[in-house]
């Protein structure tokens, strides 16, 4: 008989299932609708008929099903409980209590965005490392902090909110945090596009960016990848201060690698080469040849993460 | 028949060693003088001739001793090695192994920024936290990191390095690590005379401190006592940088306490007060409240902390 794992990645439209072997080798990945009615309460259901209905259409009974390992968008403590979910509809729920109640397996529960990090530390970007830092770059900026291969959480479960780190002292406007300078207010998708445009308003210089109503992060980049000057300004800005957070996260816990994912990651070496530079000179000599690497799993790392809470 | 354990911190001039019962209570403390010469050769047998001394003449026999946990300047790896202790003369060495042709009890070593932050989570300002962040301001600015009741090394041995995070991005000299901006710029006993060196050069405002030829960090502070405006702008720019950086480390791992030790600590409250103020403003609301202490056991922190590693 086949040993079965599951990893879920439970998102605000879409759940994501992953089945595993038992090395976390991912065999096959589907997904399904999050139906958030009546506070979510058909989510779990939906997943564990799911599992079971994938598992015997493999040829397997249910007793293959050995473990299931859940991600989901909110603070999770005890592996089990999830705290106010508020994307989901949930308040507080043991998710690995009224999964047990319908499958009888092992189950354990964390945030996503750790998941993400522990997927890529797992299979991904930071491959082979222990102790990894996971940045993620998207609309915000989030991010996953693992130590001897173990997530960190911190005491109030805000460790790795390397986001809502204070580096742009100069900055005017305030964070969805309601502080002023964070992180994300820099390195989002939407930070990076805020910040093209005060260099466009206070520059001279000619750019295919210019006059345009409305560009991406990505237009940032593409304008970069051909020499525009100011996306060029933009990108370096970006990279100071990107670098220079995760030179502060070196000098507190020194990681082996550090892995940036989320869809601005997609730009790829441009990215990670202005950041690269920075940290160099920005970081203390014994962490200057910390690995800068991008992330690999994409939107699979939430599942690989999830199953390897339970492998 | 009586268990000792002795602490042993070895400096640069003096030996200190304190003798623990089971429990981690001081018992006894006295001090030898480090004995350089040679390499630094007869430090160890120095250490243990004379902690077999003590124990004689405290009426046990050496048969009382049960463990030796040792902390040194330089950097440790596996709980014995220590690599490249200038300090002392001492290349690589395996203290373990040297102090157990000794005596055949057990031995742990560690650095001695780290064992201060052990003692002081151990039975000082971090009492009953098990994820403690210590930060020492003296000549330079130290930390150690404390997870889950463990230092944290890092990949390179540089976590805790919380002295080099890049904060003063204006900072026109070079730190001694070769970087420019370091906390340790800002933030250590001559860092802050530094400053305040600057900001009376380019004022106009009265102060006790002008004019002077030389002046201590604790004259700023005295002078912040008694109103004295420069001094008091010093205090607050040592105050934004510091609290900045513990934003910034509270953004990494989120500890549960933030001690902070050195000479310069002794200015007391006026010196947390201006940390936790910007800390406040500037760290991730779940992690607003955590708190910031003094270190109190003074000198006698690397004691404690070494005393911890074999208990």
Redesign the interface.
């Known amino acids: 008989m086949k040993e079965l794992y599951f990893g879920v990645d439970i998102g605000g439209t879409t759940v994501k299932i992953g089945c595993f072997d038992n090395e976390g080798n991912m065999l096959h990945k589907y997904e399904i609708v999050t139906r958030k009615d009546e506070g979510g309460k058909f989510i779990i259901p939906d997943i564990i008929s799911s599992v079971k209905e994938y598992t015997i259409s493999t040829g397997e009974s249910e007793d293959a099903i050995k473990g299931i390992g859940v991600g989901v968008p909110g603070p999770v403590i005890e592996d089990r409980i999830v705290l106010n979910c508020v994307n989901l509809g949930w308040g507080v729920i043991d998710v690995a209590k009224e999964v047990k109640a319908l499958l009888d397996v092992e189950v354990k529960v964390g945030n996503d965005a750790n998941m993400a990090a522990l997927g890529e530390m797992f299979k991904g970007g930071g491959m082979g490392a222990d102790?990894v830092?996971m940045i993620t770059l998207g609309t915000g900026v989030g991010g996953g902090?693992i130590?001897d291969g173990k997530i960190?959480?911190?005491?109030?479960?805000?460790?790795?909110?390397?986001?809502?780190?204070?580096v742009a002292?100069d900055e005017p406007d305030k964070c969805t945090?309601?502080?002023k300078g964070c992180l994300e207010q820099m390195a989002s998708a939407t930070g990076i596009v805020k910040q093209t445009k005060r260099i466009l308003a206070t520059t001279d210089k000619k750019s295919v960016l210019k006059g345009k109503e409305a560009f991406t992060a990505k237009d940032v980049f593409d304008a970069a990848h051909i020499g525009d000057e100011v996306a060029v300004m933009a990108v370096e800005r970006l990279g100071f201060y990107l670098g220079?957070?995760l030179?502060?996260?070196?000098?507190?816990?020194?990681?082996?690698v550090f892995v940036i994912g989320g869809g601005v990651s997609k730009a790829g070496d441009i990215l990670t080469d202005s950041v690269e530079k920075v940290y160099k000179?920005?970081a203390?000599?014994?962490?200057k040849?910390?690995k800068i690497t991008l992330a690999t799993l994409g939107n699979d790392a939430g599942m690989y993460g999830a199953v390897k809470l339970v492998l």
């Open positions: 102790n830092v902090v130590i960190l959480n911190g005491k109030n479960g805000a460790a790795g909110e390397i986001g809502h780190m204070p002292y945090c309601g502080k220079t957070a030179a502060h996260v070196a000098c507190t816990i020194d990681p082996e000179e920005q203390f000599n014994p962490s040849g910390t």
